[in-house]
């Protein structure tokens, strides 16, 4: 069996922060924590705090932003690490960084990193955007010599050859960007750290980006670690995930069960079970009791990408359990500023939905095939017609969202800007 070669091993990692003050706040505190080291005892400190879940009021000034994190990353491998704002990414990235260091456990590494953290890191404004690549490079251990055999390559791949003598203080934050990715990924780093800086960079910059960290990882066999909230980026890029929530690794696998667990993580149910809701109208003998959203595979979830296939299962009470010789259904589909953007209903098939029993529960599935839909958060205006009579209705009766995906299957995310909706095309060269 063959050995691994890990380049990149977290032992243990946590961070504490006292929140509102540098260092534990008090000469009393800092005197106990020396007096405790002097000792050979254990920091105090780190048997209090609370996790760092910054949606609620807490009772401690100490939190937690990262605790008991584990993991080894193999020479070549791209790991992505997901997770919601304040869930501990950036603070994980600057500790493998050496940016600051952990309040207990160690990092292991073979080789240089490069990271690329927030817009501007490393730079110095006052000096030329050629004076930083060489500043970057001597700080990662490159010669002159090493440097200058690079320099070409990165300027051109920045594409900011006519600003390149210009202090760096006068770019745009997509410019610096783009330089620092350039000096990043050109001065041959063992492993590279990436946050979710890219997202500052333009689409064509971002594809370039990518593209770039698939061929350092697999033509060069070097090491990425990749932040990002592009699910489609991740899934694209990396082989492996992290998920962290609250400071703590919740998820670690494939990157495709990373992904579906972290948006499964993600589920806001309503507050109230459809059933129960009462801002409804109609006779009432029919009811809407619940709209299940469904995956290809049949997982249930809230979050799909564009190209998806989405499946809603409608489940109908039929009440006084009557016979049905037509039941219509109908479901707007409205955008996140309850505009009407498209349109579902059975009564546009030749087909009428007959039912000769008198069944009291009624399954309705509604597929959508190839999702066109933009990143976003969608909602489902629900109508219910049986033998012409109006049932059932309720305004924005399910919520569902929607991430940029592969929706051409080429391999390229569509960024959300270009248009509403995403339409299947293609062109052809009339070459006559």
């Not at 929530?245 to 998820?251: D, I, S």
């Not at 800007?417 to 070459?431: E, M, P, R, S, V």
Request: aromatic share 10%; charged share 25%.
């Amino acid at each position: 069996m063959k050995k691994k070669d890990i380049i990149l091993k977290a032992d243990n990692i946590s961070k504490q922060y006292k929140l509102g003050l540098v260092g534990t706040g008090s000469i009393n505190d800092d005197l106990k924590r020396w007096w405790y080291k002097i000792r050979g005892k254990e920091n105090p400190f780190l048997k209090i705090g609370e996790s760092n879940d910054r949606s609620t009021k807490g009772s401690s000034d100490y939190v937690w932003a990262l605790q008991d994190i584990n993991f080894e990353v193999e020479r070549g491998e791209v790991v992505g690490i997901i997770g919601k704002n304040g869930a501990g990414k950036s603070t994980l990235l600057k500790i493998l960084s050496k940016v600051t260091s952990p309040t207990t456990g160690e990092i292991k590494t073979k080789g240089r990193i490069a990271s690329l953290l927030e817009v501007g890191t490393g730079f110095h404004g006052e000096m030329t955007g050629r004076e930083n690549i060489y500043l970057n490079g001597a700080i990662l251990g490159m010669t002159k010599k090493e440097i200058a055999s690079k320099i070409d390559e990165i300027i051109d791949f920045s594409g900011c050859q006519r600003y390149i003598d210009t202090p760096v203080k006068r770019y745009s934050s997509g410019m610096t960007v783009r330089l620092a990715f350039a000096v990043a990924a050109f001065l041959e780093p063992e492993i590279l750290v990436i946050d979710e800086v890219l997202a500052v960079g333009d689409a064509e910059f971002q594809k370039k980006a990518i593209g770039k960290m698939q061929d350092i990882s697999k033509g060069e066999g070097r090491t990425v670690l990749f932040v990002s909230h592009n699910m489609a980026a991740v899934k694209n890029l990396c082989t492996r995930a992290i998920v962290l929530e609250h400071g703590k690794t919740v998820f670690e696998g494939g990157v495709d069960e990373a992904v579906d667990f972290y948006i499964n993580m993600n589920v806001t149910p309503n507050s109230l079970p459809l059933h129960k809701r009462n801002d409804r109208k109609g006779y009432g003998d029919f009811l809407f009791w619940d709209i299940i959203k469904q995956k290809e595979d049949g997982s249930v979830s809230n979050i799909f990408l564009s190209g998806d296939t989405i499946i809603f299962v409608i489940q109908i009470k039929n009440k006084f359990k009557r016979e049905i010789k037509d039941i219509r259904v109908d479901f707007g589909l409205n955008n996140s500023r309850d505009i009407r953007i498209s349109w579902f209903s059975t009564s546009i098939f030749k087909e009428r939905i007959v039912l000769n029993e008198s069944k009291e529960d009624i399954e309705i599935h509604l597929e959508i095939n190839n999702l066109p839909l933009k990143a976003g958060n969608y909602s489902l205006t629900a109508n219910l017609i049986v033998d012409g009579v109006p049932q059932d209705w309720i305004s924005n009766a399910v919520y569902f969202d929607i991430e940029n995906g592969d929706f051409f299957k080429t391999g390229k995310i569509i960024s959300s800007n270009q248009g509403d909706f995403l339409i299947k095309h293609k062109f052809l060269l009339n070459d006559e």
